[in-house]
């Protein structure tokens, strides 16, 4: 990766590289302000920042500052291209493989007819799963599978694609400024609101000084907002018998485990797209085998199931994790 000149720059110092929804956050950022200003060239890397990997967000020079890219973004993510198709799926991802399948055909023939260069929405929905696969438990092949980065699907009350429009909906110029600029004070209303991407959304009793059914989950929601646009960047893809989500690894008796790099080389989407994919980033020794391409260091997640629910697990860095390789 080579550094190229840039003439502006901020750091997203509310951000932390070790935390899934950060992470998330920092590339749906980027994601989002390329799609708004394909002609200004927006890049990210990850700096030291505050004891912590902090994303640099880099463009060409512009009359945007810190308030006004979260005020255009917050404009832009009111009404995101994949809203439609957010309301035709539903309020989760329980569908039948035909019906996904139509759906994409749908959104292919609207993006035909619109000779449209990009398709934000058949994006989404390589991302959220395949028709190609069905759940294991589903024997009689009535649900499509889908990706290792969705967290509820419908118990508890708790429903993956509802909460997102609802976030949508809801989410202002000012959460995405503390979200990006301030350290995360959690001061925002969680309940319908959280897609249960940060390790902190493991409210099991044993682990909290309150009662969590008394105690209102409070959540950061400009970074769900913005982590909501980095999901096409995960593609989903059939391997064998099974579906695959980028950066994720399954391992049998061990659990599933997701991946993600830090890079201190200011790059584009292009490039970030194809280094989510790159298959180093799950294996054994990560770190080494990724640093002659500008890799810092790799985050490892665990997913994990807490009674209705997936959450993950605070990261640590693959070398201290390398044990779930087999």
């Known amino acids: 990766m080579k550094s190229v000149a840039i003439t ?19 590339l749906g950022t980027l994601r989002t302000l390329t799609l708004m200003y394909p002609s200004i060239e927006f890049r990210m890397n990850w700096e030291i ?16 500052d810190e308030t006004s890219l979260c005020d255009s973004m917050a404009d832009w993510l009111a009404a995101p291209p994949q809203m439609e198709l957010l309301e035709a799926i539903g309020d989760n991802l329980t569908l039948s493989p035909s019906l996904f399948r139509d759906l ?6 609207k993006a035909c007819e619109a000779q449209a260069t990009t398709a934000p929405a058949l994006d989404f929905l390589a991302a959220f799963g395949s028709d ?4 294991p438990h589903s024997k009689d092949r009535t649900l ?16 993956f694609i509802k909460f997102m429009r609802e976030i949508i909906a809801n989410t202002t110029s000012s959460h995405l400024y503390s979200t990006l600029f ?11 609101m959280n897609l249960r991407w940060d390790p902190i959304d493991d409210r099991r009793y044993a682990m909290r000084w309150k009662n969590p059914s008394s105690d209102p989950a409070m959540t950061m929601r400009g970074a769900n907002r913005l982590s909501i646009e980095a999901i096409p960047l995960f593609t989903t893809a059939p391997v064998r018998n099974d579906l695959q989500t980028t950066g994720f690894k399954s391992i049998p008796k061990k659990g599933t485990f997701w991946s993600w790099p830090i890079w201190e080389s200011a790059i ?28 810092a260091t790799v985050f490892r997640s665990q997913r994990i199931t807490v009674g209705k629910f997936r ?10 994790t390398n044990s779930v390789d087999t």
């Open 8 to 26: 502006q720059s901020t750091c997203l110092n509310g951000l932390d590289g070790s935390n899934p929804l950060a992470f998330l956050t920092a």
């Open 49 to 64: 920042e505050g004891g912590a990997w902090r994303p640099r967000l880099s463009w060409r020079k512009s009359d945007l």
């Open 104 to 109: 994409a055909l749908a959104q292919f023939t």
């Open 132 to 135: 190609a696969t069905y759940q």
């Open 144 to 159: 499509m599978q889908d990706t290792a980065l969705r967290t509820m699907s419908g118990a508890g009350h708790q429903h």
């Open 182 to 192: 301030s350290r995360w004070g959690y001061k925002d209303q969680g309940r319908g």
């Open 268 to 295: 584009k989407m292009t490039t970030l797209r194809s280094l989510l994919q790159h298959p180093g980033l799950t294996g054994t020794n990560s770190t080494s085998e990724l640093s002659r391409i500008g890799i």
């Open 311 to 320: 959450n993950f697990t605070p990261a640590k860095t693959a070398d201290a």
